[in-house]
């Protein structure tokens, strides 16, 4: 809490992007473009396009689930990968 004061039990995802939208509107951007969930989405996506690999990632983005966080991943290929170069 403010008062640096540690519970037991963890935030809920819910409280994790409503801080996370309080600071962002603090800094004057738009909150209606960020979300906890984008972070999280976005940090998987760009770990993608870096070559590193999944499991590396997914220990810090505390993903459980493999063919949830692959998603990203094969998201990351499909715009970066050969084939995607033919299209531009």
């Not at 008062?3 to 004057?28: C, D, F, H, S």
């Not at 760009?46 to 590396?56: D, N, Q, S």
């Not at 949830?68 to 990351?76: F, G, H, I, L, T």
């Given at each position: 809490?403010?008062?640096?004061?540690?519970?037991?039990?963890?935030?809920?995802?819910?409280?994790?992007?409503?801080?996370?939208?309080?600071?962002?509107?603090?800094?004057?951007?738009?909150?209606?473009?960020?979300?906890a969930h984008?972070?999280?989405?976005?940090?998987?996506?760009?770990?993608?396009?870096?070559?590193?690999?999944?499991?590396?990632?997914?220990?810090?983005?505390?993903?459980r689930s493999?063919?949830?966080?692959?998603?990203?991943?094969?998201?990351?290929?499909?715009?970066?990968?050969?084939?995607?170069?033919?299209?531009?």
């Open positions: 809490d403010r008062w640096g004061n540690l519970e037991r039990r963890a935030l809920t995802p819910q409280a994790v992007n409503m801080i996370l939208k309080r600071r962002a509107a603090a800094a004057g951007l738009d909150t209606q473009l960020i979300s984008g972070l999280r989405a976005g940090y998987l996506t760009e770990t993608a396009r870096r070559g590193i690999p999944l499991v590396e990632a997914m220990q810090q983005s505390q993903h493999i063919s949830q966080a692959s998603r990203y991943y094969n998201d990351a290929e499909r715009q970066l990968g050969r084939a995607a170069r033919l299209i531009v």
